[in-house]
């Protein structure tokens, strides 16, 4: 079964630091991979996907993540972070079957 | 376009009661799928109706169980409850087709606390 792993549980940065966020995954098939975030208080929301195509992907509010085959790895960077990227991120995969698994999720905490 | 709603927004049982949660997909999406979010933790796969059927399982036992209706809603019925049910239970909706097959929209969940 796939597994997905975020070593990073969480993290305090300096508001305008970069940021990168680890996500491993274990499955050896083709994948579908998510970063998703959720707010406090709100629901979860995508943030970025990948497909297929150019590995590196960008999403909404300037996050972009890089796929790398060879490493199973899909992390997730944004050049400069805001106080409201506070939030909790999960990196997901999807095989194919249908489930979406999600690592244990990465919590951010951004410093004015 | 009407975004996944879930009802109740917050819920408070005792150990072995039962439990009935529900979920309206997106407008257009046809898929339902349920997770489990403890706290701390990612959520996990409970379990996907397609076409009123269950269409994929997670690793949960049969006391969870669902139901899809003609208008794509959907129910999660938990028996028996445990201590450890205690969880956000979160509905994500999804179309069949294509590629847009694997990209799910969450709902904000059900806050279920057992005691």
């Known amino acids: 079964a796939q597994s997905v792993s975020q070593h990073n549980h969480h993290v305090i940065l300096s508001e305008a630091a970069s940021l990168e966020l680890g996500c491993n995954y274990s499955?050896?098939?083709?994948?579908?991979l998510f970063w998703y975030v959720q707010y406090p208080g709100q629901h979860l929301q995508l943030l970025l996907k990948y497909f297929s195509g150019d590995p590196l992907v960008k999403g909404i509010k300037g996050f972009e993540a890089e796929f790398i085959k060879s490493k199973f790895s899909f992390n997730l960077r944004k050049p400069s972070v805001q106080w409201s990227d506070t939030a909790e991120y999960f990196c997901a995969v999807n095989t194919g079957r249908r489930a979406l698994t999600f690592g244990s999720g990465t919590r951010l905490q951004v410093q004015p | 376009e009407t975004g996944v709603t879930q009802s109740p927004t917050h819920l408070i049982k005792t150990r072995g009661q039962q439990v009935t949660l529900r979920c309206s997909s997106q407008s257009g999406h046809n898929t339902v799928s349920w997770y489990q979010q403890a706290l701390g933790q990612g959520p996990q796969f409970i379990f996907q109706?397609?076409?009123?059927?269950?269409?994929g399982r997670g690793n949960f036992p049969p006391r969870f169980s669902g139901l899809q209706f003609p208008n794509y809603s959907s129910e999660l019925n938990v028996n028996a409850l445990e201590l450890d049910d205690s969880a956000l239970y979160l509905c994500?909706?999804?179309?069949?087709?294509?590629?847009?097959?694997?990209?799910?929209?969450f709902g904000p969940g059900t806050r279920l606390t057992v005691l």
């Open positions: 109706y397609y076409r009123e059927e269950e269409n």
């Open positions: 499955y050896g098939g083709t994948v579908n």
């Open positions: 994500a909706s999804s179309s069949s087709g294509g590629a847009s097959y694997n990209e799910q929209f």
